[in-house]
């Protein structure tokens, strides 16, 4: 069980790492062009992530400010918690 729930942070942990990285890479255009071996996976990965929350919350309604990478991390977050109570055996969610 342990090593479970070791994978289960480690994969929140890296899809976190990569909204974050996706999110500042939308700022520099240029280099997600230039590296686009790059940037294309991580698009592929964080995207559908982060699409539900774009069709909920779209930028136009905030303002031209894009919160969906925001809301897919807090959403993450309270998916690992979950998991890890429910697994743990804690029969808590947080």
């Given at each position: 069980m342990p090593l479970l729930l070791y994978l289960i942070n480690l994969a929140i942990n890296v899809l976190i790492v990569l909204i974050i990285v996706h999110a500042i890479l939308s700022w520099i255009p240029e280099a997600r062009w230039r590296y686009r071996q790059i940037?294309?996976?991580?698009?592929?990965?964080?995207?559908?992530?982060?699409?539900?929350?774009?069709?909920?919350v779209p930028p136009s309604k905030t303002g031209g400010i894009d919160v969906s990478?925001?809301?897919?991390?807090?959403?993450?977050?309270?998916?690992?918690?979950?998991?890890?109570?429910l697994l743990a055996g804690h029969g808590r969610w947080i």
């Open positions: 940037t294309r996976p991580i698009d592929q990965i964080a995207e559908p992530l982060m699409q539900p929350f774009r069709r909920i990478p925001a809301l897919a991390i807090v959403a993450l977050e309270i998916i690992r918690r979950i998991l890890i109570s």
